[in-house]
C-alpha cells in the first residue's frame, strides 16, 4: 500500500493538473450552460480504501450517489463517483437548460454527473495523451449502505481514492457536489509514470 | 498511440467493408445524425426494427422521421454531446424508451414497446464534431427481470413480517413498530397505550378440538379483532395464543373503551369448526406509556402485569395497570 502513495512532488503535479482540467471543463461548463460558472479551486485528498466508506458516511443526510465507469489506454481506468446532498440538487433542472417537467430529479442528477464526470476526465486524459471512455452512469439506490454495498460489490480492487471537491457557483445560485474517483492500483502506477514523465519535462 | 488503426490502403478497404458487415451484423441499434440532428446512417437492425425504409429516411430530420422522440428534451441532450464533446446517456430506468420499437418477447412481457439503453457518442472529424452516433440497446431482459425480482422482494418483505397463520403481524415486526412509536412518542410528546391479550383456556380448546380446532380460533379471533381496529394501529401475534396492539396518540381512556369493545365482541361471535360451533373468550392488560417507562419494554411489562390482573379476577375482562397515574383521569 505504501508504495502506492504519491510523492509530494506526484501530488502536486497531479493537482495542477486536475486544477487545469477542472478549468478548462468548467470553462466549457459556462459555454454549455451559457451562464458565468465560477470555479473554486478543487481540493484534493487520497482517502484509503478503509476510511472512504467512513468519510463518505459521515455525509449520510439523505445523499445520493451517481457511479460512472472510465477506462483508458496503458490501464488508466477507475470509477467516479458523485455524491450529492439533498439541498446541493434543487434546481438542476435550471441549470442543465431543461424545463423541470421533462425529466425527473433522477434524471438530472445522472445527467449533471455525467457532464461534469465526462467533460473533467476528457480534459484530464488529453493532457495526459490519453483517451477515455465511459461506461453508462448509474444512480445508487438510495437506501442506508448502499454505498458501502456498493464498494464491496465493484468489479476492480481499488486502493486509492481521490476526493476531488467541486465547488461550482453558477450566476444567481450554487452547486456543490463531491467527485470520488476510485483508482485501482495498477492504473495508479500508471499514473505515477505520467506524473513523473511530466516532472522530469519541467 | 491508438491500437487497431490500419494505416495501409488496402487493410482501410477491407476495414470499411468489414464494419458495415458488422454494424449490420449487431444486436443494437445504430444511427447516426448530423449537427441538424438529420439522419444520416442507420444499420439493418434499426430498419428492421423500425419496419421503415432507408430510402425515406436518409437526409431527414430525426423528429420528423421518429415523432415520438420528445424533441426539446432530446435536442438539448444532443447540444451537450456537440458541445462538450463528451457522450450522454439515457437508461430505460428513468426512462424506458426512447424509439418506439417493437420486442422480441411481446408475449412475455407487459411492455408495449423495447426497453432501450441509448449512448449518444460524438464523432470527431479533423477536431470538430460533425456528427453523433446514437446507439439504441434492448433492455427488455433485464427491465422484465428487474421487474419480477422487485415484486418477489416486496413479496418477501412482507412475508417478513407477517405470521403465517393468523395473517396479522409477527412478533419481530410488532416490536418494532413498538420500538418506533415509542421513540416517537417521546420525541413528540403523545400519548402511547398497549394491550395485551390471551385467549382463554387455549389450553383446554385444543385438547377439545384438535390442534386445527385451536388454529381455526386464532385466525377466526385475529380477523374479527384486526376489523375493529385503526390503520394506524400495529397488532401482531405475540407468541402462542398472545396479542398485543400498540395504540399510537391514544391515552388509556380510549385503549380501555377499545379492549372493553373487544372483549364483549368476541364473547359474543362464535366460530364454526367442523359443524361444532366455539364460543370463546379473551382477558385483556392495557398500559399507557408514563413518564417513568424509560424503555418500550416497560410499557410491555405493564400490560403484561394488568394482563395476569385479568387472568386471576376470572378471565373474560379488562384490567389496566395498577401503576400509572392516568387512571384518575380515566376513571374521572
Known amino acids: 500500500m505504501n508504495q502506492l502513495r504519491l510523492t509530494e512532488d506526484e501530488q502536486d503535479c497531479l493537482q495542477e493538473l486536475i486544477n487545469v482540467a477542472m478549468g478548462q471543463a468548467s470553462d466549457q461548463l459556462a459555454r454549455y450552460l451559457d451562464s458565468f460558472v465560477y ?35 496503458e490501464g488508466i481506468r477507475g470509477e467516479a463517483l458523485l455524491v450529492y446532498q439533498d439541498e446541493d440538487s434543487e434546481r438542476l433542472a435550471d441549470l442543465l437548460g431543461y424545463e423541470p417537467d421533462e425529466l425527473s430529479k433522477d434524471e438530472q442528477l445522472i445527467d449533471i454527473s455525467s457532464i461534469l464526470t465526462t467533460t473533467f476526465l476528457n480534459v484530464f486524459a488529453s493532457q ?15 437506501r442506508a449502505n448502499s ?42 502506477n500508471n499514473i505515477k509514470v505520467v506524473l513523473n514523465r511530466i516532472l522530469e519535462e519541467l | 498511440m491508438n491500437p ?18 458488422i454494424t449490420d451484423q449487431l444486436n443494437t441499434g445504430i444511427l447516426i445524425v448530423d449537427t ?63 424509439f418506439e420499437l417493437p420486442h422480441t418477447r411481446p408475449i412475455t412481457t407487459d411492455c408495449e414497446f423495447m426497453a432501450q439503453n441509448c449512448t449518444f457518442l460524438p464523432m470527431q472529424d479533423d477536431g470538430d464534431i460533425e456528427h453523433i452516433c446514437i446507439l439504441i440497446e434492448d433492455a427488455t431482459d433485464v427491465c422484465h427481470y428487474q421487474g419480477q425480482l422487485q415484486k418477489a422482494l416486496d413479496k418477501l ?5 407477517i405470521d403465517g397463520l393468523t395473517q396479522i403481524y409477527n412478533r ?20 402511547l397505550s398497549l394491550i395485551m391479550f390471551d385467549l382463554d383456556n387455549f389450553k383446554h380448546l385444543n385438547d377439545h378440538y384438535g390442534h386445527q380446532g385451536g388454529d381455526e380460533v386464532l ?7 384486526g376489523s375493529l381496529l385503526r390503520v394506524e394501529d400495529v397488532f401482531g401475534r405475540y407468541g402462542g395464543e398472545e396479542f398485543a396492539i400498540v395504540l399510537p396518540e391514544t391515552p388509556i381512556k380510549g385503549a380501555l373503551e377499545l379492549a372493553e369493545r373487544i372483549c364483549q365482541t368476541v364473547e359474543k361471535s362464535t366460530i364454526t369448526f367442523k359443524d361444532k360451533d366455539i364460543n370463546v373468550t379473551v382477558s385483556l392488560g392495557v398500559a399507557q406509556l408514563s413518564e417513568s417507562d424509560t424503555s418500550f419494554e416497560t410499557l410491555i411489562m405493564h400490560a403484561d402485569d394488568a394482563l395476569y390482573l385479568a387472568k386471576n379476577n376470572g378471565r373474560n375482562q379488562v384490567c389496566s395497570a395498577k401503576t400509572t397515574e392516568f387512571l384518575q383521569q380515566a376513571s374521572a
Open chain 2, 172 to 191: 419481530k415486526h410488532w416490536q418494532e413498530s413498538l420500538e418506533q412509536e415509542f421513540a416517537k412518542a417521546r420525541r413528540h410528546e403523545k400519548a
Open chain 2, 4 to 21: 487497431g488503426v490500419l494505416t495501409d490502403e488496402i487493410s482501410k478497404k477491407f476495414a470499411e467493408k468489414l464494419s458495415s458487415k
Open chain 2, 219 to 225: 385466525i377466526e379471533i385475529s380477523k374479527t379483532i
Open chain 2, 36 to 98: 441538424e440532428f438529420n439522419i444520416v446512417m442507420w444499420n439493418s437492425y434499426l430498419q428492421v426494427h423500425s419496419t421503415k425504409v432507408s430510402n425515406d429516411i436518409i437526409g431527414k430530420n430525426i423528429f420528423d422521421i421518429f415523432s415520438e422522440l420528445p424533441q426539446r428534451w432530446l435536442s438539448r441532450k444532443l447540444a451537450s454531446v456537440l458541445q462538450l464533446g463528451t457522450p450522454n446517456f439515457c437508461s430505460w430506468e428513468q426512462r424506458r424508451h426512447l
Open chain 1, 147 to 188: 454505498l458501502s454495498e456498493h464498494l464491496d460489490q465493484l468489479t476492480f480492487n481499488w486502493d486509492l481514492a481521490l476526493k476531488v471537491n467541486i465547488n461550482y457557483q453558477v450566476t444567481d445560485y450554487s452547486f456543490n457536489c463531491n467527485m470520488v474517483l476510485l483508482i485501482p492500483e495498477t492504473a495508479i
Open chain 2, 157 to 161: 418483505a412482507l412475508m417478513s413480517r
Open chain 1, 39 to 73: 470555479l473554486k479551486v478543487p481540493s484534493i485528498e487520497s482517502v484509503d480504501a478503509d476510511s472512504l466508506a467512513t468519510t463518505l458516511d459521515q455525509q449520510q443526510s439523505a445523499m445520493a450517489v451517481v457511479s460512472q465507469g472510465f477506462f483508458g489506454y
Open chain 1, 128 to 142: 495526459i495523451e490519453n483517451q477515455i471512455s465511459y461506461s453508462a452512469p448509474k444512480l445508487l439506490p438510495s
